[in-house]
């Protein structure tokens, strides 16, 4: 059983979908600090039928452990987390959550393989043991920090994050590591850029990008709370998946680390600007940073993901007007289906 946390947020609602196809509908467990109600799940048509959810907080260690056990869960994909705008709001909470929830994680996958070990040699009562246990849980950009080499970032460089997310996420990473080495937990994670999707719930710094699709849409002018030259690495939200699911399918032999950085493009928000009037012409444009230039000014303008492109053969599909027309695209049937709902 593949037990996925934060089922309902940003990367997992669109990532379930795939991953029930992937490992079997029957075989995937949606879990969430709180169940959607089922008018959320109708209104933001989650195209689930006889989805299987739990409400589970990660930071529940004894509520994840039963869980694991009564699910028999043997994968994780644990994808709770704050991301970097809020977790500067709330920085205490965004610890407990990110840093808290992945120890709590990787503790949970070392009791299953523990487990197994126990009862194949025999000793155990253990009737059905679960397989290897092992860990997808995405890291960030936001690991690098003002002091890393800004344009084309290695994997293999300082990290001195000064967000409370990018603090957490590199716990995170550290800490996969550590349960790698030390307890065989087959950890998997990727450095993902801005991703782009039009089910953003906002709370991060790259959201500024659906802050400025819709209103464009909307309103026929947009404002941007970054500055106009403000570079960041994006991908879209399926290549963000596409890459997910590769690394985690990928040959362990492949590997040659356990967190990859990977990205599509960099894009400022005037290009951002430039490629929405190329689709909406007569758009009017605003900047007006925010607190959230600051943390956007400790990241990089650009990765280097050649390690991910040579180990495992990842390729980005999306390039910034490719997902300026397909989020229009997608707000604007959005816009025509919630109208056709009050006809
Ligand atoms: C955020 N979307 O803005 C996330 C991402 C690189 C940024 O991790 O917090």
């Not at 850029?193 to 659906?210: E, H, L, Q, R």
């Not at 894009?267 to 430039?274: L, S």
């Not at 990089?300 to 990842?314: F, G, K, L, M």
């Not at 599909?317 to 997608?330: E, F, G, N």
Request: some cysteine; charged content about 25%.
């Amino acid at each position: 059983m593949v037990l996925v946390t934060g089922a309902f947020g940003q990367i997992g609602r669109d990532f379930m979908p795939i991953l029930r196809q992937l490992f079997g509908e029957e075989n995937v467990i949606a879990s969430d600090v709180a169940k959607p109600t089922a008018s959320k799940l109708n209104e933001e048509r989650y195209d689930y039928d006889n989805l299987q959810t739990i409400e589970l907080d990660v930071c529940d260690r004894g509520a994840l452990k039963d869980a694991v056990k009564s699910f028999k869960v043997n994968r994780i994909v644990h994808l709770a987390t704050m991301l970097s705008a809020v977790g500067e709001k709330l920085p205490m909470k965004a610890h407990d959550v990110n840093v808290q929830g992945s120890l709590n994680i990787l503790e949970c996958a070392r009791e299953i393989k523990q487990n197994k070990a126990f009862s194949a040699s025999g000793a155990g009562t253990a009737k059905e043991a679960p397989t290897v246990a092992s860990v997808f849980a995405p890291s960030s950009i936001a690991v690098f920090g003002p002091s890393t080499p800004q344009d084309m970032t290695p994997d293999d460089v300082v990290c001195s994050p000064t967000t409370m997310y990018g603090i957490s996420k590199l716990h995170l990473e550290c800490l996969g590591n550590y349960y790698h080495e030390r307890y065989g937990i087959d950890f998997r994670s990727l450095r993902f850029p801005g991703i782009i999707s039009a089910s953003a719930p906002g709370g991060g710094t790259t959201d500024y990008v659906m802050d400025m699709y819709s209103e464009a849409l909307k309103y026929n002018q947009c404002t941007s709370f970054l500055s106009e030259d403000i570079e960041l690495p994006f991908m879209h939200m399926e290549d963000c998946l596409r890459s997910a699911i590769e690394l985690l399918v990928a040959p362990s032999e492949s590997l040659t680390r356990r967190v990859y950085n990977v990205t599509a493009f960099s894009a400022t928000p005037r290009e951002v600007y430039e490629s929405i009037r190329k689709f909406i012409p007569e758009i009017q444009v605003q900047y007006e940073p925010d607190y959230r230039e600051e943390i956007a000014l400790t990241w990089p303008n650009s990765v280097d993901d050649s390690y991910a492109r040579r180990d495992w053969n990842w390729q980005h599909t999306y390039d910034l007007d490719d997902i300026t027309k397909d989020i229009l695209d997608a707000l604007a049937a959005e816009r025509m289906a919630n109208m056709a709902k009050f006809r």
